[in-house]
């Protein structure tokens, strides 16, 4: 990715290396050993708008969305990290705040609601996270697709009712990515152990399983 100024930026993962482990992080291609940001488990990042780096994880009870200036990113050595998220839960580790950050709660209804979303979301047409569920039983959905339209401040939720603790092992099978199809509108997404499909219109159910 490109930041504002124009330096280029590149994603590094790191496997199981002593007590780094299983960390994507962020850094400058000109500096690839100084470590600018570390994403832990389920994090995804995206590009926001002015060439800025947005990320949004699943915390517990909410989604967390941000927005970060790379060019502002002050860097830290990785070895400052060792063990940090295996002794904490945080998703996402920076010595510089984000610009902005807002949060869906995971307790919304199926449906539309209102969203106040920051200045520095506003230029997005869309986005699509994955959550989830409050299931009261394994035959409720324990998986949501949460859109959010930044310019029109409104969030929709669509929980997932194919996918409950019923017919899948929740933990060991999980929705990896959900897109919109630019061409048919429809909602496409990825699973670990689950295979590739389509959403029906409603965006709830599965209209059919992709090859």
Same mark, same amino acid.
């Given at each position: 990715?490109? &930041? ?6 590149? *994603?590094?993962?790191? $496997?199981?290396e002593?007590?780094?482990?299983? =960390? ?8 690839? /050993?100084?470590? =600018?940001?570390?994403? /832990?488990?389920?994090?995804?990042? +995206? ?8 990320? *949004? ?10 927005? #970060?200036?790379? !060019?502002?990113?002050?860097? #830290? ?5 060792? $063990?940090? +998220?295996?002794?904490?839960? !945080? ?6 705040? @984000? ?12 449906g539309?609601?209102p969203? %106040? ?13 994955? &959550? ?17 339209? @930044?310019?029109? &401040? ?8 194919? #996918?409950?603790?019923?017919?899948y %092992?929740?933990?060991?099978? *999980? ?5 919109? !199809? ?14 590739? #499909? ?14």
């Amino acid at each position: 990715m490109e &930041g504002p100024s124009g330096h280029r930026y590149s *994603w590094s993962y790191h $496997g199981n290396e002593a007590e780094i482990e299983y =960390l994507v992080t962020l850094n400058q291609r000109s500096e690839p /050993n100084r470590t =600018l940001l570390a994403l /832990n488990t389920y994090c995804r990042p +995206f590009q926001a708008p002015e060439s800025r780096l947005g990320v *949004w994880c699943p915390e517990p009870g909410y989604l967390r969305v941000m927005c #970060f200036d790379p !060019d502002q990113l002050e860097t #830290f050595p990785l070895r400052d990290i060792a $063990g940090w +998220f295996k002794r904490s839960q !945080d998703r996402i580790y920076s010595t510089t705040a @984000p610009l902005a950050e807002f949060e869906i709660s995971s307790r919304l209804a199926e449906g539309t609601h209102p969203l %106040e979303v920051p200045a520095e979301f506003q230029a997005i047409e869309e986005l699509v996270l994955i &959550g989830s569920y409050p299931a009261p039983s394994k035959e409720d959905a324990a998986v949501t697709v949460v859109v959010v339209r @930044p310019r029109e &401040g409104q969030v929709q939720v669509l929980p997932q009712k194919w #996918f409950t603790a019923g017919k899948y %092992e929740v933990g060991r099978q *999980w929705i990896t990515r959900v897109a919109r !199809d630019p061409v048919s509108g429809c909602l496409l997404g990825e699973g670990l152990r689950i295979g590739n #499909f389509e959403l029906t219109e409603d965006g709830t159910q599965i209209e059919r399983w992709l090859e």
